[in-house]
């Protein structure tokens, strides 16, 4: 009985803690974590990705081709595409506990080896919080007509 009152208190302030954070802050944890990816696949910072990205991260790129964590970081290691411009904007976020969904959109412009390219991209993000941080699950793009 005692062992059951001590997991009941234990879940209880656990409970407690993750509904304790503030709203206002999770978003503005979540665009600056946004804006930190950006900055990394335009620099090709694979550390800040692999902090940020969760290990079971997809994406489905505007082409419906999925790729996974590994795949996403190999990319920006062999630096192609190059990206000149990767920055979010008119981002909306709807928080749902310890899950969070961004959406808003991407604006690219770079090259992949002596192809250019720019466009504007829709995007959703679905982000998960572990271990005291936010890390993006899965990611949709779809690519803007002009």
Known sequence: MKLQTTLTTVLALATGAAEARDPAQDERELLKVEA????AFETGDVATLRKSLD?????????????????????????DPVYEVFRNHHQKIRLYGDAAVVTGITTLKG????????????????????DGQWKLAASH?????K
Do not use: I, P
């Open 55 to 79: 290990a079971r991260f997809t994406l489905t790129d505007s082409k419906g081709t999925v790729t996974d964590l590994e795949q996403n970081l190999a990319e920006v290691a062999k630096k």
């Open 141 to 145: 793009a779809t690519r803007l007509s």
């Open 111 to 130: 090259h992949s080896g002596k192809t250019q390219f720019e466009g504007d991209f829709q995007f959703t993000d679905t982000w998960v919080y572990r």
């Open 36 to 39: 930190a990816l950006c900055r």
